[in-house]
């Protein structure tokens, strides 16, 4: 994707000061041994927090954070963390993948003592990682990993494991993982289309380099820095930031990216992933508990299977469903199907809803896909808060009453953002091929009914 002119928008002498901005990038370049240092209390933080409570006693999962380890690290995994990391994503980029992601650090040691092995072929598969964080989304809930240690250490313990192992294998000194395999990073690096900070390259300047050049930039998840033009894969670590006085982290508008796309660059299975995976899967799996649909389910498999529970308990322990207590299966099996349900249903609808807004071109409804981030990004968040108010009312703050104000203020920016995006867009493709006149009108629409969906989602009973 191109990167267009920085648009330099806040005030030229305030705290925002492009000027600062740029320092701040060059900051990160020069004192990469203070990041080091950072990093590696984030995995003596992390790898305590998740190996600890694992090894203890199993905590009742109604306790307050601080009863236990296990809900401590909960609340600070799934409450503090999981938003957090969207938002910042969202917003700002992927600061938290190049400079505090306990797996980017443990990759990136393990591939500077590792057998510095060619990335292979089948791993350069760019629908990779969002194909395995599908399943791995799947699994997480019907393991229920949030509530347990054990299965929050399975779980998120095993991608770090497969972290090391590829840092072992591939790369000399790279961050193969992160670029080729890690499954949040297919989540992370749509949104990070949206961010307001990026690391421009000018080429001019950096073709005009005086003799001798420096040396080349040590780029962790292998980027051609020289022709950086997106977000998508540059993890922000800032450790091309001067490289031949040509790179600066700067501002741009909110969604610059996204709205400057050209007919090439917006791929099919990208969009199929926003529709199915970002819009569906995450509605999906953040509201399905509780939802209309899941307790039908439920009810009709239960009439289904009756009390024969004998075959259940034994699938459920092979497949670790919360503890493969007897009837668990039935429980496991309602959650995939409403979880599933629910993804195909609600992609369908964005899906079908974009191609009519683009009147049939293929090109321009995988286009809308793109400029429906920033709202499915904002759902995303607000589903991953509703769990930080679940913990909080653990803890005797119920702060329920304030979910739908947060919803309302979420949705309205989501919807406003994307609309804009989309207005941009669309105002450019216009200019080569016509565009139907009422795209934009049809896309709003689409927008705002999406937004009603997060509004409303149903909450946890
Ligand atoms: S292009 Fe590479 S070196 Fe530069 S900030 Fe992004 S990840 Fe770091």
Redo the contacts with the bound molecule.
């Keep these: 994707m191109e990167q267009r002119q920085a648009v330099v928008f806040p005030r030229r002498d305030g705290v925002f000061a492009p000027a600062r901005v740029k320092a701040l ?1 060059d900051a ?1 370049q020069q004192h990469q041994d203070r990041v080091r240092k950072l990093q590696w209390t984030i995995v003596a933080i992390y790898l305590f927090l998740l190996i600890t409570p694992a090894c203890l006693p199993e905590a009742d999962p109604r306790a307050g954070v601080f009863d236990s380890l296990a809900c401590f690290a909960e609340a600070l995994f799934w409450g503090v963390w999981w938003p957090g990391v969207i938002l910042s994503m969202l917003i700002f980029g ?1 600061f938290w ?2 400079l505090l992601c306990p797996d980017g650090t443990i990759t990136e040691f393990a591939s500077r003592r590792g057998r510095g092995l060619k990335v292979p072929a089948w791993m350069r598969r760019p629908a990779l990682p969002l194909l395995l964080f599908c399943l791995i989304t799947f699994y997480e809930h019907l393991i229920d990993a949030f509530h347990s240690a054990s299965m929050t250490l399975l779980l998120v313990g095993g991608v770090s494991l497969f972290s090391l192992i590829t840092g072992l294998i591939y790369g000399r000194g790279k ?1 193969v993982w992160c670029r080729f395999l890690c499954p949040g990073a297919s989540i992370f690096s749509l949104l990070s289309r949206c961010a307001v900070l990026h ?1 421009r ?1 000018d080429r001019a300047k950096w073709d005009a380099a005086p003799r001798p050049v420096p040396r080349a ?7 051609d ?1 020289r022709r ?1 033009k997106s977000n998508e ?9 001067g ?1 031949r006085q040509a ?1 600066a ?1 700067s501002w741009r508008w909110p969604g610059e990216e996204i709205a400057a796309l050209e007919p090439g660059e917006a791929r099919e299975w990208e969009a199929v992933g926003i529709v199915f995976a970002l819009i569906g899967l995450l509605y999906a799996v953040a509201h399905w508990h509780g939802s209309f649909w899941h307790l039908w389910i439920l009810a009709a498999l239960r009439q289904w299977a009756g009390d024969a529970a004998l075959w259940h308990a034994e699938a459920s322990r092979w497949l670790f469903l919360q503890g493969g207590e007897p009837g668990n299966l039935i429980g496991a099996l309602a959650a995939l199907l409403s979880i599933v349900g629910a993804m195909l249903a609600l992609g369908a609808l964005v899906g079908a809803g974009l191609l009519t807004a683009a009147h049939g071109q293929k090109k321009l409804a995988c286009a809308l896909a793109y400029a429906l981030i920033p709202l499915a990004g904002i759902g995303l968040a607000l589903g991953a808060m509703e769990y930080s108010l679940s913990i909080l009312a653990r803890n005797g703050v119920n702060a329920w009453n304030i979910l739908p104000w947060l919803r309302l203020v979420g949705t309205l920016t989501g919807l406003c953002w994307s609309v804009s995006i989309a207005r941009r867009l669309l105002r450019r493709w216009d200019r080569r091929a016509r565009v139907h006149a009422l795209a934009l009108p049809l896309f709003a629409a689409l927008a705002g009914l999406l937004a009603v969906a997060y509004q409303f989602a149903p909450t946890p009973t």
């Design positions: 990038g990160l992927q993948c190049g961050r690391f390259v930039v040590d780029c962790p998840p292998l980027l820095v950086l894969k540059c993890n922000m670590c800032g450790r091309c930031s490289h790179v982290l």
